[in-house]
Each structure stands twice: as C-alpha cells, then as structure tokens.
C-alpha cells in the first residue's frame, strides 16, 4: 500500500462510506486472485463432478388400475 491517498475535505459520510466498501472489495478480489493461483487450475472448487450426467435415463410409468 504504497499509494496514500489523502482524503477531499468535501467528502460526505456516503462518499467515504463508499470509498472504504471500493477499497474492501478491491482487496477481497486481489485476495481471490492470488489464492486462485494455489497450483489447482482454474478449476479452484472443493466439489468435482456434483451435477453429472445421469447413467442411464430413468423412465415413469403410471400404474394401471385395478
């Protein structure tokens, strides 16, 4: 954080409440970057193939009456 930025003097509260959630996020997403670049790939998720194609189709038949 080499870049210190002084603050206007005619910033309203909103103005630097947005100002820090900018700065929070910009750090939470170079925070994502560099832990995305752990050796995993692109593919940085816990859970691996949770929604795959079914194995065979399954088929309904309603039964008859009787």
């Not at 002084?6 to 630097?16: A, H, K, M, Q, W």
């Not at 947005?18 to 940085?44: H, I, T």
């Amino acid at each position: 954080m080499a870049e210190s930025q002084e603050p206007e003097v005619s910033e309203t509260p909103e103005d630097e409440m947005k100002r820090k959630f900018r700065e929070a996020l910009e750090r939470k997403r170079n925070q994502a970057a560099d832990s995305g670049a752990g050796g995993r790939g692109a593919d940085a998720s816990k859970i691996h193939g949770a929604h795959g194609p079914a194995a065979s189709k399954r088929s309904f038949r309603r039964k008859s009456g009787g």
